[in-house]
């Protein structure tokens, strides 16, 4: 028989990195579960055996709000001038010609073509 000192004896201790954040024991289960920064732990202390341990990473997946790449991602090398050339619109190189398929309605989804034109293309017969 081993002879055991006075005062508290621990039975188990779980050793975590992380500070511990939160804890919750229910002995009806015989479960202790606690969390840290790092991840969240649940042990049987029954068995006095860890049942799930998980990292924040994998509890969140790709919605942690810590681990999220920006929406945007930063050039990684700065602009030169072959760029701006990229960027200019192709209508400052055409000048101030017209084009002569141009019609001057005020709608561009109207047809400057008149009722009885449009039956005649498409066939289409007056109605009473």
Do not use: W
């Not at 398929?101 to 039956?119: C, L, Q, V, W």
């Amino acid at each position: 028989m081993q002879k055991k000192p006075p005062g508290f004896q621990a039975i188990l201790v779980c050793i975590s990195p992380a500070p511990i954040t939160a804890l919750s024991i229910n002995s009806s289960y015989g479960l202790m579960a606690y969390g840290t920064e790092s991840g969240a732990v649940v042990v049987d202390i029954v068995r006095r055996m860890c049942i799930l341990n998980v990292a924040t990473p994998d509890l969140y997946g790709g919605a942690d709000p810590y681990q999220r790449v920006p929406k945007s991602p930063k050039r990684t090398q700065p602009p030169d001038s072959s760029d701006t050339d990229r960027c200019r619109s192709p209508s400052v190189d055409q000048g101030l010609e017209a084009d002569e398929s141009i019609s001057g309605n005020t709608s561009p989804h109207e047809d400057a073509t008149t009722d009885e034109t449009r039956r005649k293309k498409f066939n289409i017969k007056k109605t009473p």
